[in-house]
């Protein structure tokens, strides 16, 4: 009985971290993967060395950029890159030296005209 309720207790437990991971696999609507952070929702898109942060209100419509500051640091292999982003238009945008391989880990920090900061990581497509 106590196994059971040791059990149970871990899943609810589990199960705000699980409903996090799931968000993680929404797509864009440009077709790059999606996180929420700082209060917005933010797309990346990568082609080739341009790596671009779409930024969408709760209703998927696309914010200006104006105000937000942030920097994408790409990781693949033993190298590590920082790009510093520039707003352009609705979208925080770098270019990396090099094109970005598939599968890299991209961590973006993000600050919003508000002062609200935070992180996200995506794996690039």
Do not use: C, W, Y
């Not at 060395?49 to 790409?74: C, I, R, W, Y």
């Amino acid at each position: 009985m106590l196994k059971s309720l040791i059990v149970a207790l871990g899943l609810v437990a589990a199960g705000p971290a699980l409903a996090q991971h799931a968000h993680g696999a929404q797509k864009g609507p440009n077709g790059g993967p999606m996180e929420d952070v700082a209060g917005v929702h933010v797309e990346m898109v990568v082609a080739r060395e341009a790596v671009t942060f779409n930024l969408l209100d709760e209703a998927g419509k696309p914010l200006g950029a104006a105000g937000f500051t942030g920097s994408a640091m790409v990781a693949a292999g033993t190298e590590r890159k920082t790009l510093p982003l520039a707003a352009a238009g609705e979208a925080l945008a770098g270019k990396a030296a090099a094109p970005v391989p598939k599968g890299a880990a991209v961590t973006l920090l993000i600050k919003t005209p508000g002062g609200k900061s935070g992180q996200a990581k995506f794996t690039a497509p």
